[in-house]
């Protein structure tokens, strides 16, 4: 026949899901050349390049002939070069360099990857979004490259077949030589190996910055830290990923899934059993920080999720990046968009920040004395809007531990300890909120607060003072109630007392001292 057609299925990224796309590859005759159509990116109609030298490398032919491709939907963009693989499949069955065996269907068949010049098969980005999608849509088959194979090993009810060569594919395409499917994980061995980068034990003294991490962890709750140089912040905020419960199975192919359409995962590395710990510069800008650029990519807020944003020296990131926080941490998502494309990523991260009391470092310090006049002290502290430090629901002064304490100190508790108060916490938290949509305490909305924060009158007395002589907004007054929530659940109590409400409330003190004086 002078006319050829062949289909082969793949799949994009939109976001963080995946959308199945159809290559279809027609062959005739005619002036010989290649046209890629149905909204390609630069890189999509680059692969017809890709395409030709791999296919001639792996001992194929391209005849002469005019052939063209179409990628539908075809009013979806297509980005990346994820279609290398299934186009080149579409060539050869369309031009009959290769024979599919009978009982191998290329329509259920998801293929993806990008192809070297030599025919190797490449690791793309989003492996998991599109291997998620496509168990959704009822598919089980996927041939993708051997390095983003360990990404979906948990994903069950999958016969994953990992290749590294184009001619791999072709003879597990033709039956001559079959890829042997991955076997697949459960999570639970994964997470077995899970280690620890910092551990609380290192951390000599600090006695009132262990407990606020601790309640932060129980509650899910954001913190500020105010303390001079080499006080402690950094090496305690990089500790909280540790006493933080284990991520979930949900929970870890939501993060994994963003870190891999992002292009952040090693080449080989599976699904994430570790919470997130992203600590962008202070230079860094809105874009990096809520997501953007050309492709309308995540930014650290997402990257982030299910874990902790940490963002030292917070005065010294530019208000415009520091106000763009706002939304995230009230929605737990954001939505970047750009002229040609609009993406939702989920952004439910704890918020750990920590910063000088001055530009020196040392003001209030017990160490050294402050060089700032008050009118620099007052710049540097309204870089952060009382906005934002409205929805920082812990704020603790970190001083330096002076070395005679450092050297006499008994040990301090360890990561596990704390971790396991933390677990009970939280496990009270979910069996409360079950069927509510809530996960931790510093989820709660103002109905919830109303419904699960009972108060006893002497502690409701206190928070109305409180309140009155601190001058505290509404959203303060209910996240001081949310933090005494989490103190009461730490101690196993059911009702919130004064001594959690007091306790609570000197968690805010710093806005007085600092930013009110």
Request: aromatic share 4%.
């Amino acid at each position: 026949m002078n006319e050829m057609m062949a289909q082969a299925l793949s799949f994009g990224v939109s976001g963080v899901s995946g959308f199945p796309v159809q290559v279809e590859v027609f062959s005739t005759g005619g002036m010989p050349g290649m046209e890629i159509i149905g909204l390609p990116d630069a890189s999509v109609r680059e692969s017809k390049e890709r395409v030709n030298a791999a296919v001639l490398t792996s001992g194929k032919q391209m005849p002469p002939r005019r052939i063209t491709i179409n990628l539908a939907p075809a009013d979806t963009k297509k980005e990346g070069p994820s279609f290398d693989l299934p186009i080149a499949v579409g060539l050869l069955v369309a031009n009959l360099q290769i024979n599919v065996r009978p009982e191998l269907d290329l329509t259920r068949t998801v293929i993806f990857g990008e192809l070297s010049l030599d025919g190797r098969i490449q690791p793309v980005h989003g492996a998991l979004a599109m291997v998620i999608s496509a168990s959704e849509q009822g598919l089980t088959d996927v041939i993708l490259p051997a390095e983003n194979a360990l990404e979906v090993a948990c994903i069950q009810g999958m016969r994953i077949f990992p290749a590294r060569h184009l001619t791999e594919v072709i003879d597990h395409l033709e039956g001559t030589q079959l890829i042997q499917p991955q076997g697949q994980i459960s999570y639970e061995e994964l997470r077995r190996h899970r280690s620890l980068a910092m551990d609380l034990s290192q951390v000599k003294g600090q006695q009132g910055a262990r407990r606020a991490l601790e309640v932060a962890a129980a509650g899910g709750h954001n913190m500020l830290m105010i303390g001079a140089p080499g006080s402690g912040k950094t090496m305690l905020a990089r500790c909280l990923p540790g006493i933080l419960p284990p991520l979930s199975f949900q929970e870890s192919l939501e993060t994994t899934r963003i870190f891999s359409i992002a292009g952040k995962l090693e080449p080989g590395s599976g699904l994430m059993v570790e919470r997130p710990f992203c600590s962008p510069h202070h230079s860094a800008s809105v874009a990096s920080l809520v997501g953007g650029g050309a492709n309308a990519s995540p930014g650290e807020v997402s990257l982030a999720h299910n874990g902790v944003l940490f963002l030292d020296e917070l005065p010294e990131f530019s208000r415009s990046a520091l106000e763009s926080l706002r939304q995230p941490l009230e929605d737990g998502m954001v939505t970047v968009t750009r002229v040609r494309h609009q993406a939702r990523y989920q952004s439910s991260f704890m918020l750990i920040a920590g910063m000088n009391p001055c530009p020196c470092g040392y003001y209030g310090s017990r160490q050294r004395q402050c060089r700032c006049t008050p009118q620099e002290i007052r710049r540097y502290l309204d870089q952060v809007s009382g906005p934002l430090l409205d929805r920082i629901d812990l704020q603790v002064e970190v001083d330096s531990v002076p070395v005679q304490e450092i050297r006499t100190a008994a040990p301090a508790e360890s990561s596990a300890q704390v971790a396991e108060r933390v677990a009970r916490a939280r496990e009270i938290q979910l069996a409360r909120y079950q069927g509510k949509g809530f996960h931790c305490n510093a989820q709660l909305d103002n109905a919830g607060i109303k419904e699960f924060c009972s108060l006893t009158p002497e502690a409701e007395n206190l928070l109305h003072m409180a309140v009155n002589r601190m001058n505290l907004s509404m959203r303060a007054y209910h996240r001081v109630i949310k933090v005494a929530r989490t103190i009461a659940d730490l101690q196993g109590a059911e009702e919130i007392g004064t001594a959690e409400i007091a306790e609570a409330i000197q968690y805010r003190e710093l806005d007085q001292k600092y930013w009110r004086s």
